[in-house]
């Protein structure tokens, strides 16, 4: 994933931004101003539901950054060299040199995302506690984002490969093995499973009139497939990038 612009550095890691990742910024807003905030809170004017939403969307941006740090912070204390994070239409990709090369390594690797994005929930259900409960729009953008960054946490722990719960799941099977061939096998076939299984239910739900999330579950089962076929053959080469 190359960046199409650079949105600066932190912690000496740099973060970039591709053109694709509008899209998705588009799409949250849509559905965040239109879904979650006019169900939610009828009474707002037509402009504080979009204002709210998309501000809410930019703030989604930062909290998956603050997931890929997580990645990247942790690879690279653990001696992986960095190269940087990038956001994409489907979230954030850590980009690293290699993969682990000792399965505790991709554990903790693996394991501090989903962990910072549940943190990162937990503070911003305590601050929606402090403001109240109310219906503002902060308190709602507040708990919005608490609630996102929970099934963010969520779905990156499925036990599907290249998501963080199907690398957590290779290293522990590369741990009791010993190996890492075999771990990533399995790992890759339970992930071209589960893609597979996804687009079916994709095309389930885009038939039953569910069109934008049809397509877009199809669009993930679609990545998930192809990442997990190439972790096959990219298993002996030393290229690696951390997806989620
Ligand atoms: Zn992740």
């Given at each position: 994933m190359t960046s199409t612009f650079r949105l600066g550095s932190v912690a000496g890691i740099p973060v970039g931004f591709h053109y694709s990742h509008f899209v998705l910024l588009a799409l949250v807003t849509w559905r965040i101003s239109s879904g979650f905030l006019a169900d939610g809170y009828?009474?707002?004017?037509p402009w504080v539901y979009w204002a709210t939403g998309a501000l809410a969307g930019g703030l989604l941006s930062v909290s998956i950054l603050v997931h890929e740090l997580a990645h990247s912070l942790v690879a690279r204390k653990r001696g992986i060299v960095v190269y940087g994070i990038v956001l994409f239409i489907l979230g954030g990709v850590s980009e690293l040199?290699?993969?682990?090369?000792?399965a505790r390594d991709e554990f903790l690797i693996a394991v501090v995302g989903p962990v910072s994005s549940f943190l990162l929930s937990a503070i911003l259900f305590v601050i929606s506690l402090a403001l109240g409960g109310g219906d503002s729009p902060l308190e709602a953008m507040v708990l919005y984002l608490a609630i996102i960054n929970l099934l963010l946490g969520g779905f990156n722990l499925?036990?599907?490969?290249?998501l963080d719960g199907g690398r957590v799941l290779r290293s522990v099977i590369w741990a009791v093995t010993g190996s890492y061939l075999w771990a990533t096998r399995v790992a890759a076939i339970l992930g071209r499973t589960a893609g597979i299984g996804l687009i079916g239910l994709g095309i389930y739900q885009f038939v039953s009139g569910n069109r934008l999330g049809g397509v877009w579950l199809v669009f993930i089962g679609w990545f998930v497939q192809v990442a997990a076929r190439r972790s096959m053959s990219e298993e002996t080469s030393h290229e690696g990038s951390r997806e989620g």
């Amino acid at each position: 994933m190359t960046s199409t612009f650079r949105l600066g550095s932190v912690a000496g890691i740099p973060v970039g931004f591709h053109y694709s990742h509008f899209v998705l910024l588009a799409l949250v807003t849509w559905r965040i101003s239109s879904g979650f905030l006019a169900d939610g809170y009828p009474d707002w004017s037509p402009w504080v539901y979009w204002a709210t939403g998309a501000l809410a969307g930019g703030l989604l941006s930062v909290s998956i950054l603050v997931h890929e740090l997580a990645h990247s912070l942790v690879a690279r204390k653990r001696g992986i060299v960095v190269y940087g994070i990038v956001l994409f239409i489907l979230g954030g990709v850590s980009e690293l040199q290699a993969d682990s090369k000792r399965a505790r390594d991709e554990f903790l690797i693996a394991v501090v995302g989903p962990v910072s994005s549940f943190l990162l929930s937990a503070i911003l259900f305590v601050i929606s506690l402090a403001l109240g409960g109310g219906d503002s729009p902060l308190e709602a953008m507040v708990l919005y984002l608490a609630i996102i960054n929970l099934l963010l946490g969520g779905f990156n722990l499925l036990p599907v490969f290249p998501l963080d719960g199907g690398r957590v799941l290779r290293s522990v099977i590369w741990a009791v093995t010993g190996s890492y061939l075999w771990a990533t096998r399995v790992a890759a076939i339970l992930g071209r499973t589960a893609g597979i299984g996804l687009i079916g239910l994709g095309i389930y739900q885009f038939v039953s009139g569910n069109r934008l999330g049809g397509v877009w579950l199809v669009f993930i089962g679609w990545f998930v497939q192809v990442a997990a076929r190439r972790s096959m053959s990219e298993e002996t080469s030393h290229e690696g990038s951390r997806e989620g």
